[in-house]
């Protein structure tokens, strides 16, 4: 499109029309309800539950090396007794024999053990919960029409200032 010195001088001034037809001002709208509206926080809050347990502390390893050795050492003995058919009888019966011999003396020895006293500590939380003023919800009419806006500073007084904003369509 070609400018023109027409073109130039119509521009603006169609520009200068639309602008005064375009803006806003301040004015007064009534507060019809201010509501509070709270919110639930919880807070939680550690804290370390401590005691004293007592356990029994044997003097046995816990482990089943001394079951299996005294079965090797029964099975062996009694593989010396008996021939054909009763040997292998004879060998299972010491296998077993041994192991539990074994197993009797470990017991014995765990009864010597001692109680021991140690220190045990939990992390556990405590929790509340309170409510708390989030924002006001603001309820206002203008010109006959009813909005609503939300703030965190309650709103002093009946009346709030609010800007309008006018436009051509």
């Keep these: 499109m070609k400018m023109t010195k027409k073109n130039l001088i119509v521009l603006p001034l169609l520009l200068a029309t639309q602008l005064t037809f375009a803006g806003s001002y301040t004015d007064i709208a009534t507060v019809v309800s201010v509501e509070k509206v709270y919110r639930t926080h919880t807070i939680r809050e550690p804290y370390q539950d401590c005691y004293i ?14 079951e299996i050795i005294g079965g090797i050492l029964g099975g062996l003995i009694g593989n ?37 006293s140690r220190e045990v500590c939990e992390t556990k939380y405590r929790k509340e919960s309170e409510r708390r003023l989030s924002h006001y919800l603001v309820e206002y009419v ?28």
């Design 53 to 66: 347990k007592e356990f029994y502390r044997g003097s046995s390893d816990n482990s089943a090396t001394n």
């Design 80 to 116: 010396q007794f008996g021939k054909g058919r009763g040997k292998k009888a004879a060998t299972v019966a010491g296998t077993l024999l041994g192991a539990s011999i074994a197993h009797d003396d470990e017991l014995a020895k765990s009864k010597t053990g001692r109680i021991v």
């Design 142 to 169: 203008h010109d006959g029409r009813t909005y609503s806006y939300t703030t965190k500073n309650k709103p002093y007084g009946e009346s709030i200032k609010v800007r309008v904003e006018v436009s051509p369509d």
